[in-house]
């Protein structure tokens, strides 16, 4: 059983950075794609940033040239640094994970992150 979980969500400022963290588990290959979405109060589940095995990113717009997205392949570990962080980066993020694209997605549970204006 694959698990998704997420650790370093908490309370910043805006100005503040924050570093995310999502140790993936139970799987016997390694994931073709790991990222990240969040869920705003009141709003869809978005895009934040993807990494693939190969290390092609792709981010939202939003969140270009202040999010980064790293991977540990040998840990199976994704990242998400966030710096420069604004009241409309508040959220709730979630870890995703897929090892092929006929393989089922798998998600974490959430971190939330609150960024005061």
């Known amino acids: 059983q694959v698990q998704l979980v997420e650790s370093g969500g908490g309370l910043v400022q805006a100005g503040g950075s924050l570093r995310l963290s999502c140790a993936a588990s139970?799987?016997?290959?390694?994931?073709?794609?790991m990222g990240w979405n969040r869920q705003a109060p009141g709003k869809q589940r978005e895009l934040v940033a993807i990494m693939n095995s190969g290390g092609s990113t792709n981010y939202a717009d939003s969140v270009k040239g202040r999010f980064t997205i790293s991977r540990d392949n040998a840990k199976n570990t994704v990242y998400l640094q966030m710096n420069s962080l604004k009241a409309e980066d508040t959220a709730v993020y979630y870890c995703r994970a897929r090892v092929s694209a006929t393989t089922p997605e798998y998600w974490g549970n959430g971190t939330l992150v609150t960024v005061s204006s």
């Open positions: 139970g799987s016997t290959f390694s994931f073709w794609f």
